[in-house]
């Protein structure tokens, strides 16, 4: 029976299994990715790159976690490709082992002390391979659980995936307290080593619910059509390269404040403001549950008041926050540290609800996980990677927090006016096409599907398109 054919109850069902196997897969996925955040903040620096002074180990942790950031977009396209050519479970499944087999391997590597500079040499390597697993990641759990979903709610469907984000940080930020505490003083020996390890049965749960998932409506429709693109990374960029632009740009205001937020944080409350680790990993925990409440509370508030609005109001508040998050950190009170790093999730989860269909939506269905993936990643070389990387030298140079804060309000200037000018936010808003899916008719998850090649209209209003 045709996964579009097929009955109410059965398409219920599948529905239930896309967001179970799309938000099981980016929470494998993003464990593994920040706990080696994480781990580049608080123990890289002694382990792979000992006899360095602490601001040179930081920085060079940070830069082979920025590797790993360079080849997401090589990951997207690599996956892309395949993603639209063969489909997306068996992609998704590729992703995952991926993944998870750097990860477990990073728990194995020796230290620079037992091989010398092969250690950090390795380490690198492991990271790209990483970085190539999240790259080809993002796109295809966003359009599995999207393209499962009704029209009208897209934002809501396509949000659980990103909840992957804050169930991966509470997790790995978990682990690493965990251990923390089991290992005491021999944590830099091996307690580091086990939540790494442990990634390999996260792997093994993820593998069982994506087997168990159909393929995309969307896809099978594509299939039957006989109207699969040959090379869809090279079609995407031909004809739509505004639109990967603009989305990779739109997510400078929420990327690069991320990893300041959840990684740079670390460095600066530990070393610079003498406030404990366990303290800061406890705060992030809260900041991270919360999260998981969050984030598709503002994708469906998205399909309510459309996604450029909810985005725009994201915007805004991350750059009005930059500067009082770092005085709220600098006043080094349990209370109102709490306060800054569980806000600064929140504001930026207002962003990144609403965020996997505003950017999918600007694609079509042949070449979405192509285009969608890759302009979703290129934020990662011009934001994510370079933020802690760029924070931490001019840290040196100013009064604490200052020059962060600077990096953070920056990034969000460049989000905002690739996100379209402040009346398309508040004046006509709803007018995209998200008040447009309230009036279509309650389509089945393939109606994307009922127009032309490369002229599905109602995917406009994404970052490249009017709003």
């Known amino acids: 029976m045709s ?30 990715f920040f706990l080696y955040g994480t781990s580049a903040a608080l123990v890289f620096p002694t ?60 728990g194995l590597m020796p230290s620079y002390a037992a091989i010398g500079a092969a250690a950090p040499i390795l380490l690198v390597i492991l990271r790209i391979a990483q ?99 040959r090379q869809p990374v090279w ?53 991270a549950a919360i999260g998981l409440v969050s984030v598709p509370f503002f994708g469906y508030l998205s399909d309510l008041i459309g996604r450029r609005l909810m985005y725009g109001i994201g915007i805004v508040c991350i750059g009005l926050y930059a500067f009082p998050y770092f005085g709220l950190l600098n006043t080094k009170t349990a209370g109102l540290v709490l306060l800054a790093i569980v806000l600064s999730l929140l504001f930026h989860d207002m962003q990144y609800g609403p965020q996997a269909a505003l950017i999918a939506e600007s694609f079509g269905p042949d070449v979405r ?8 990643q290129l934020a990662s070389v011009i934001a994510g990677g370079p933020a802690p990387l ?14 962060p804060a600077s990096v953070v309000a920056a990034s969000t200037t460049c989000g905002l006016r690739e996100s379209g000018p402040l009346s398309q936010f508040f004046a006509g808003a709803r007018g995209g096409p998200y008040e447009h899916r309230r009036r279509v008719r309650r389509a089945s998850p393939s109606a994307d599907l009922r127009v032309p090649r490369h002229r599905d209209r109602r995917d406009k209003g994404g970052p490249g398109g009017p709003g």
């Open 3 to 32: 996964s579009v054919a097929a009955s109410g109850p059965a398409i219920r069902t599948q529905r239930i299994r896309a967001i179970a196997a799309s938000t099981v897969g980016t929470t494998i996925e993003w464990y593994d």
């Open 47 to 106: 382990v792979f790159f000992p006899g360095h002074t602490l601001y040179s180990g930081v920085l060079l942790s940070f830069g082979t976690q920025f590797v790993g950031f360079v080849a997401r977009p090589i990951g997207a396209m690599i996956f892309g490709h395949y993603g639209d050519r063969i489909g997306r479970k068996t992609t998704l499944i590729s992703t995952l082992l991926l993944m998870g087999i750097a990860t477990f391997l990073m």
């Open 131 to 229: 970085g190539i697993g999240v790259g080809g990641e993002w796109g295809g759990s966003v359009l599995m659980s999207m393209e499962w979903g009704k029209q009208r709610w897209r934002g809501f469907m396509a949000s659980w995936p990103q909840v992957g984000v804050p169930v991966g940080l509470l997790l790995s930020t978990g682990m690493v307290k965990l251990f923390s505490g089991v290992a005491g003083s021999s944590f830099d020996t091996w307690g580091w080593r086990v939540p790494f390890l442990f990634s390999i049965v996260l792997v093994g749960i993820g593998l069982y619910v994506r087997l168990r998932v159909q393929e995309s409506p969307s896809f099978t429709e594509l299939k039957r059509q006989q109207a699969i693109v």
């Open 235 to 287: 079609q995407v960029i031909k004809e739509k390269p505004r639109e990967i632009v603009c989305s990779a740009f739109i997510r400078m205001s929420e990327q690069a404040p991320f990893y300041l937020f959840i990684t740079f944080v670390l460095t600066y409350g530990t070393d610079h403001l003498g406030l404990t680790k366990d303290s800061l990993l406890n705060d992030t925990l809260v900041a």
């Open 369 to 376: 996980y192509s285009g969608a993936g890759l302009g979703y």
């Open 390 to 403: 760029i924070a931490a030298p001019l840290l040196r140079c100013h009064v604490r927090g200052t020059s």
